[in-house]
């Protein structure tokens, strides 16, 4: 078929918080996709087939269908280039491991060729980069042209491995995410605040902020280790620190062969030799420990006979367990132990180089445990194994094997006191035992190293067959009592009318409520009323800044139009949101906003992300706001001069709430209760035009639960400057 002109990106937005398209962070690009206007998919010879050819997975894209091969039903039936789109970078995203599934295309105007088209995309490069490869496999499968998409999926991949979180991290996060306690990723690796504010704690994989520096100094020391875990009862293997080879082989003879030999501050196994017989494995394995573990003392310690096990601790008990084995191939006489080690070893799905994979890859040539193994059995990496010949590759180093409903309740104590003698929060607890079912000391087991930041994911992702652990939920459990979910109250207003002055009014009325509040407007950011600068940022970092904060008790965001389209909001969801008016579409026609119905699009957002135990505040004197009611997952409060307009009558038939003015003064009222009602000194003589935000404020304040006389007096204290508001 003739070539198409390609899709033209006219504009990509990474927008980082709740948006018009959705409560979650999204790209939204504007396209402009050409004469594909007039060639929708139906239209387009064999490109179905080709489409599928490079994407079978789209079969699971539900569309609007709503079942599986409903997207595939819209291409068969005529879909157009921009939607199309839109599922082929969700797809790739979902090739390249980082799930997503939410996108949304939508016309800017009749036959105009513009699309907006937003999707959901968990990393703002990734999904930039799978916009991109993207377009190109679509107009590849358009012009029946070759694609190679194994190297877009792979290229994607990597940048998958190396920018979004580990897995370790990620378990934790979703688990936070799942008790609705939101994150805030702080760097491009590991380190995420969960909540916010002053109710906010923070994590670095399996580290957290109740991780104590003082306990892992004394983890690193497995010396100190060793001495504290006997002093209080738990069974250590025999062991004395060295600083030669020479005192390592006395050491040797004095504790009895069988021995281990292991770094002295060393960690995650590494210089670690177990089972030493001779004299000159003992020496080799004292040289290894020094230069691999990179260590200048090194312990000598009695080899305990088992199998090894990782438990781990989370507070104050074992939430999961794993059992290693040891390594073996089996020669068939004409491949090397590397080339065996290769096709019995390594093709383990659950081996790779990265945090994906709960095993490494085994590399004979580069460790000088695995070399010490195989001098001891007279081989090299390049020995060709006789046939049926099994050869030991690495003792107990498989730690990936599901063993947590098999451990005995004593072993499980004893590990959880392991780690409280060391004071670590969070423990990896390295034994050694023939029969995890029984207690240790009925068997000869010890505990042979406790690990601060232990890994995660052996338990989540075990062994074929093994039962994945919830070590996350454990661990975002241990952080937040059950009834935390780690949020501070957030109060957002939207509108053009005063937005700033109410902010402001609502900032004080928290603060005189005994709050440390931050508040971020046009005008400014402010902490307890002091006006900090805001520097190089832009209003959603500004924000975001004050969700940073540790001594913010509560904070208020005045969210302009312009923000929510080019940025979305701070923060995910809001106890309070006021919305003042639909108006404030001028000067927003880059944007395609045009008119109060696509406004009301824009700020309805406001009322979206109000939490079911929040409510909207809503002015009942415009009908497009009051129709916004309805979208409110928590309660509504109306407000407005005007006592008997429609929306404040009916609601308060209803029992609803409602603030409004009566002979200067404001009335808080529940149905037809009037609870209370403020006198007119609450506004300044001069402020005749600020009564609609006064009484927005009262409806906040309402809401958040101040009382009325706090209320009042709060306002009657606010510093009515003219310039600040």
Not at 125 to 148: C, E, F, H, S, T
Not at 310 to 323: D, I, P
Request: charged share 25%; net charge negative; aromatic share 6%.
């Amino acid at each position: 078929m003739t070539k198409k002109k390609d899709i033209e990106f006219l504009r990509v937005t990474h927008l980082r918080g709740p948006n018009i398209w959705t409560y979650r962070p999204v790209i939204e690009a504007w396209l402009d996709i050409g004469e594909l206007e007039n060639y929708p998919s139906n239209k387009l010879p064999g490109f179905y087939e080709r489409l599928i050819g490079f994407l079978p997975g789209l079969v699971e894209h539900r569309c609007g269908v709503g079942e599986r091969g409903g997207f595939l039903e819209r291409l068969r039936d005529g879909t157009y280039a921009g939607h199309i789109l839109e599922h082929v970078v969700l797809e790739l995203q979902n090739l390249a491991g980082m799930r997503t599934g939410f996108g949304k295309t939508r016309q800017t105007a009749e036959g105009s060729g513009i699309y907006k088209m937003a999707f959901r995309t968990r990393q703002e490069q990734v999904g930039r980069a799978a916009l991109a490869a993207g377009k190109d496999l679509l107009m590849a499968a358009i012009d029946d042209k070759p694609y190679d998409l194994a190297a877009t999926v792979g290229k994607l991949t990597s940048m998958v491995e190396s920018l979004c979180l580990g897995p370790s991290t990620a378990s934790i996060v979703d688990a936070a995410t799942d008790r609705k306690i939101p994150h805030i990723r702080l760097t491009d690796g590991n380190l995420v605040q969960l909540g916010h504010g002053a109710r906010q704690r923070r994590i670095w994989t399996a580290e957290t902020d109740n991780t104590s520096a003082i306990a892992e100094g004394i983890a690193s020391d497995k010396d100190m280790t060793k001495d504290l875990l006997k002093s209080v009862g738990v069974p250590v293997p025999e062991g004395t620190l060295v600083k030669s080879a020479d005192e390592a082989w006395e050491e040797a003879q004095d504790i009895g062969l069988p021995v281990a030999v292991k770094p002295y501050d060393g960690n995650h196994g590494r210089g670690v030799s177990l089972n030493l017989m001779t004299e000159a494995d003992v020496r080799a394995a004292y040289d290894i420990a020094v230069v691999r573990g990179g260590s200048k003392s090194v312990i000598v310690e009695k080899f305990i006979v088992g199998n090894e096990h990782r438990l781990l601790v989370v507070g104050r008990r074992m939430v999961a367990a794993s059992m290693g084995e040891s390594l073996w191939v089996t020669g068939d006489g004409k491949s090397s132990v590397q080339g065996l080690v290769d096709s019995q070893i390594n093709t383990d799905p659950r081996r790779g180089t990265t945090e994906e994979f709960p095993l490494n890859i085994v590399q004979p040539r580069e460790s000088e445990e695995v070399l010490l193994d195989l001098k001891r059995q007279g081989l090299t990496p390049d020995s060709v194994v006789d046939s049926g010949r099994k050869v030991l590759i690495q003792l107990n180093g498989n730690v990936a094997n599901d063993v947590t409903d098999l451990v005995h309740p004593a072993v499980a104590e004893m590990a959880a006191l392991a780690a409280r003698t060391i004071g670590l929060d969070i423990a990896g607890i390295d034994l050694v035992a023939a029969d995890i079912s029984r207690p240790l000391e009925e068997q000869g087991g010890a505990i042979i190293e406790v690990n601060a930041s232990p890994g995660l994911l052996a338990h989540l992702k075990p062994a074929a067959g093994g039962v994945a652990r919830p070590v996350g939920h454990a661990i975002a459990d241990q952080l937040f009592a059950e009834d935390d979910d780690g949020r501070i109250p957030i109060v957002g207003v939207a509108g053009s009318r005063q937005n700033a002055l109410i902010a402001r009014l609502i900032g004080w009325l928290l603060q005189m409520s005994g709050r440390y509040v931050g508040t971020a407007t046009e005008q400014g950011v402010f902490l307890n009323g002091r006006n900090v600068a805001r520097g190089p940022l832009s209003e959603w970092e500004s924000g975001e800044r004050l969700l940073l904060n540790k001594n913010v008790e509560a904070a208020v965001f005045a969210n302009a139009g312009r923000m929510i389209l080019s940025e979305g909001f701070s923060y995910d969801k809001c106890m309070v949101g006021v919305v003042t008016d639909a108006a404030g579409h001028e000067g927003l026609g880059e944007f395609f906003i045009n008119t109060p119905e696509q406004m009301f699009g824009v700020l309805r957002t406001q009322v979206d992300v109000v939490l079911p135990e929040g409510a909207a505040v809503l002015n009942a004197s415009d009908a497009q706001v009051v129709e916004m009611a309805e979208l409110c997952d928590g309660d509504v409060i109306f407000y407005g001069t005007d006592e008997h307009v429609p929306a404040i009558d009916s609601h308060r038939q209803d029992g609803g709430r409602a603030v409004f003015l009566r002979d200067g003064g404001f009335v808080m009222a529940a149905g037809r209760d009037e609870l209370a009602v403020l006198p007119p000194s609450c506004l300044p003589a001069s402020g005749e035009d600020r009564k609609e935000a006064v009484l927005a404020a009262i409806g906040a304040g309402w809401a958040m639960g101040l009382s009325p006389d706090l209320i009042g007096a709060a306002l009657r204290t606010f510093e009515w400057n003219t310039k600040k508001n």
